[in-house]
């Protein structure tokens, strides 16, 4: 079993959408979460930076996280089809210079 | 400002040979890190360089993988004898290594692997 699951996808919504990605992970030392956003054949970009459980929101995305239950989600509003892109969380025990560990990412496709 | 570069964007070689992968930080960023990212999957960590520590090499799947770091600058990965199992995007990061900050990495585009 990987540390960090996250559904694959492809996701597919129409523009304007209310769009939930999610991660869940096995090791509870995991203090803090990211989600990055990767548009094909680019590095990836940090979008959310949150450390420990609850809300964090940056206009149309707001990031979740559920310690309790080891789950993470990041929500996106009124999605738009700029936003069609893989969706990777990431997570870190500490902020001392470990590596981060990712899930597989989501693929999401945004429709006109 | 310029953000992290990567070099060559593509490399195609045959099995066997050696090949050498560049990244150049963000200037005035102390942490840098490899990851490689095989098709349709997450990223996986390869080696970690902070300053003048010795690099975490936790990471490198093999003895075939080894990587350089110029002090604060520039840094190479190489892989030798490559093998088709090799074939994956090779990703650079930075990061200010300042304190709340190390997770904020700084991702370049990656080195498109090719092993024929």
């Known amino acids: 079993q990987k540390e960090v699951e996250q559904d694959p996808g492809p996701l597919s919504v129409p523009e304007g959408a209310i769009v939930s990605l999610n991660c869940t992970y096995s090791?509870?030392?995991?203090?803090?979460f990211m989600w990055y956003r990767q548009y094909s054949r680019k590095g990836p970009e940090l979008l959310m930076y949150?450390?420990?459980?609850g809300n964090k929101e940056d206009g149309r995305f707001t990031a979740q996280v559920d310690k309790s239950s080891k789950y993470i989600s990041l929500f996106i509003r009124d999605s738009q089809p700029s936003d069609s892109a893989t969706y990777l969380c990431?997570?870190?025990?500490?902020?001392?210079?470990?590596?981060?560990?990712f899930g597989g990412g989501t693929r999401l496709m945004v429709k006109p | 400002g310029a953000g992290v570069s990567q070099s060559p964007s593509n490399k195609v070689t045959e099995k066997g040979k050696d090949v050498e992968l560049r990244c150049d930080p963000i200037?005035?960023?102390?942490?840098l890190y490899w990851y490689r990212q095989r098709l349709g999957q997450g990223l996986e960590f390869l080696i970690y360089?902070?300053?003048?520590?010795?690099?975490?090499k936790s990471g490198l799947p093999s003895d075939r993988f080894s990587a350089e770091r110029t002090g604060e600058s520039v840094s190479t990965l190489t892989i030798q004898r490559t093998q088709q199992e090799d074939s994956a995007v090779y990703l650079c990061?930075?990061?200010?290594?300042?304190?709340?900050?190390?997770?904020?990495?700084?991702f370049g585009p990656g080195t498109r692997l090719t092993v024929l």
């Open positions: 990061a930075s990061s200010p290594g300042l304190a709340a900050s190390y997770n904020e990495q700084f």
């Open positions: 090791n509870s030392a995991f203090q803090y």
């Open positions: 949150t450390y420990s459980s």
């Open positions: 990431a997570m870190s025990p500490n902020n001392a210079g470990n590596m981060l560990t």
């Open positions: 200037s005035g960023h102390t942490a």
């Open positions: 360089f902070q300053g003048n520590s010795a690099p975490d």
